[in-house]
């Protein structure tokens, strides 16, 4: 196991101290110059069109396919907001200092924009399945770019990454949490754990696409605001702390103030890993969940991700990494082990008193199951776009079981180090594929703010993109596209 790990960490080195932090910052730029920054000038938008149910679809979209924008919001949600919030955040203090958390707010920003142009894409080429839609980067990738080969690639990686890596880093939590909580750390506690994890999300991840959606658009919303409100808690009761702990977050990340045991360098490389790892911005992920809604225009989706990816890192990771910050006595270490959730249920209880680390372990196994669940879909998105084979599908669904159980049994390091080197290898096809899709991304916006100009509710039917080829739906079959079935209205004009 140490040799793995050693290997392993090797390559995630490389591709995180050099490679991706260049490609992703790099692709940010250049998505938010060509957008005009529509990740910060369209905020008011992506608002509305989270909770946007056209008239149309009221009827019609259970019956016709797709789901609702808010509920394709909280698969991606699901998939994002988990222990990467609580675990992932620790980690990245612990070992990249307090300069990680800027770093990890820079890339959500620059993520915006990647995120509004990768989840547009899955809009536009997605494909009706049955009662559902689906979609992602592998169907972009194959008919946007015509690469089948490519599109097979990264397939897998989302597959094994999501499926696999993915939900054992959340159950590897759920047990650390309860662990701390019960006072127990044996192998037989953790496994039970495990077992009994994976008998629950089997009953779910069994009932398809709209038991995960049903299950999530509740799950999500309320422990996220649970979590955030003893965050907020926290802060108010050190208001006096805040200035300073801000200064010593922006000054370590800049080079204008020392910590020792971790060094600038750590902190961008962690704060990108962690940040990536939380919002998943350009990973190729969220547009999986992006496509199964049934939307008017592509860009309502693209614009619902982007806000997805705020919520996520400038909200939820914020208040985990105020907690830390402002609740404890860090110890930074950047050739150390990585701290998980412990630190921040023991930060929370030096705060609020022993039941904080309780509260934390509730809300975390909550967040986590989740995560089990839109991870799942979005590998099973990709697992069905290689095979339509019941049999594969069955026995991924296996694999991913065990996976849940052996995240509750294996080794911290070694899960964070496999979720690395997944995640390095989606960003790197998946950000080769958007680049040169990009302009078709930005046609669309063209599109959807010429009609909101006119004070229109925005409509897309695929002969608006004349030249753009392999579109199978927005034909005006589904009724959300149909102008004519729904009063209009005007509405404020888009900036």
Not at 51 to 59: F, G, L, M, N, T
Request: glycine content about 10%; aromatic content about 12%; some cysteine.
């Amino acid at each position: 196991m140490e040799f793995l790990e050693n290997v392993v960490g090797t390559v995630n080195d490389f591709l995180w101290t050099w490679i991706l932090p260049i490609i992703l910052v790099g692709a940010g730029l250049l998505f938010g110059a060509r957008t005009a920054l529509v990740q910060i000038r369209m905020i008011p938008e992506m608002f509305r069109s989270v909770v946007e149910r056209p008239q149309a679809s009221r009827d019609h979209d259970e019956e016709f396919g797709g789901i609702s924008a808010f509920k394709a919001f909280t698969i991606s949600a699901a998939s994002r907001v988990g222990t990467a919030n609580v675990a992932g955040v620790a980690a990245a203090i612990s070992i990249g200092g307090p300069g990680a958390v800027f770093w990890m707010w820079i890339i959500a920003l620059l993520g915006g924009a990647t995120s509004f142009v990768e989840s547009t894409l899955a809009q536009l080429w997605k494909t009706k399945d049955g009662d559902t839609y689906r979609g992602g980067p592998a169907y972009y990738i194959r008919r946007g770019l015509g690469s089948n080969a490519l599109a097979v690639v990264f397939s897998v990686a989302i597959a094994f990454t999501f499926g696999l890596i993915y939900n054992a880093f959340q159950t590897n939590a759920i047990a650390d949490s309860l662990g701390t909580s019960f006072g127990q750390d044996s192998f037989s506690f953790r496994a039970i754990v495990g077992v009994i994890i994976a008998i629950v999300s089997g009953f779910v991840i069994f009932g398809g696409v709209k038991r995960i959606a049903n299950v999530t658009q509740y799950m999500v919303p309320f422990m996220a605001l649970a979590y955030l409100a003893i965050g907020l808690f926290v802060v108010i009761t050190n208001l006096d702390k805040v200035p300073g702990m801000l200064t010593l977050i922006v000054g370590h990340a800049l080079g204008l103030k020392e910590v020792a045991g971790a060094g600038v360098g750590t902190a961008i490389g962690y704060g990108i890993q962690r940040g990536l790892f939380s919002n998943e911005a350009g990973e190729g992920s969220a547009p999986n969940a992006a496509a199964t809604a049934s939307v008017s225009h592509p860009v309502k989706q693209g614009l619902v991700q982007t806000l997805g990816v705020y919520f996520d890192t400038l909200v939820v990771c914020t208040i985990t990494a105020f907690i830390i910050l402002l609740g404890s006595d860090v110890t930074y270490d950047s050739n150390g082990d990585p701290e998980g959730v412990s630190l921040t249920q023991h930060a929370l209880s030096s705060e609020v008193g022993d039941w904080g680390i309780h509260l934390v372990t509730f809300i975390l196994f909550f967040l986590a199951f989740s995560s089990i669940l839109g991870n799942y879909y979005l590998a099973e998105s990709n697992v069905e776009y290689l095979t339509r084979s019941k049999t594969t599908l069955l026995i991924f669904r296996l694999g991913v079981l065990f996976f849940v159980w052996f995240g509750a049994v294996g080794s911290l390091p070694f899960v964070f180090a496999l979720a690395d080197t997944g995640a390095a290898m989606m960003v790197l096809i998946n950000i080769v594929a958007i680049v040169p899709l990009c302009g078709v991304a930005i046609k669309l916006l063209k599109n959807f703010n010429e009609q909101k100009r006119q004070g229109l509710d925005p409509i897309f039917h695929r002969d608006m993109l004349p030249g753009v080829r392999n579109i199978e739906c927005w034909d005006g079959s589904d009724p959300v596209t149909r102008r004519d079935d729904r009063p209009q209205t005007p509405t404020p004009t888009a900036n």
